[in-house]
């Protein structure tokens, strides 16, 4: 099994277009990926925040595009952007989970991160072939 760790993403706002497909360039090694892991930092909602740290998800989407049958696991973190959008955390799983991303969250403060109940199935061994 081939897993493509792709580090950290902070995406930007829903006006900055410079960057809306920021993976392209990794499209060869995305295909040959089994399993996708991303950290995300910030939120993916379309409410209005001050802040740089938030994007309405078209960056995730794109990546999506391109591997659109590999499972992408997503470590959510969202530590002083609670501050700016309360409702980060709802937002943005929410986006994940109509998206069919498989993603964990870790809140600020909290030590410990929890899979969303609903992606666990596609977590299963048996979904990419292995034996237990």
Do not use: W
């Not at 410990?112 to 979904?127: D, E, G, M, N, V």
């Amino acid at each position: 099994m081939k897993l493509l760790f792709i580090g950290n993403c902070i995406f930007r706002n829903d006006t900055d277009h410079r960057v809306c497909n920021p993976f392209k360039t990794l499209k060869k090694a995305l295909k040959k990926a089994d399993v996708v892991i991303l950290t995300l930092q910030g939120n993916i909602t379309k409410r209005h925040i001050p802040s740089n740290q938030s994007s309405v998800g078209e960056q995730l989407l794109a990546l999506k595009r391109i591997i659109p049958r590999t499972p992408i696991i997503i470590d959510f973190k969202n530590t002083d952007l609670l501050s700016l959008n309360p409702n980060g955390k709802k937002d943005t799983s929410r986006f994940l989970t109509n998206h069919g991303f498989i993603y964990s969250y870790l809140g600020s403060g909290t030590g410990s991160a929890s899979i969303a109940p609903h992606s666990q199935p596609t977590l299963a061994p048996r979904s990419f072939g292995l034996r237990r």
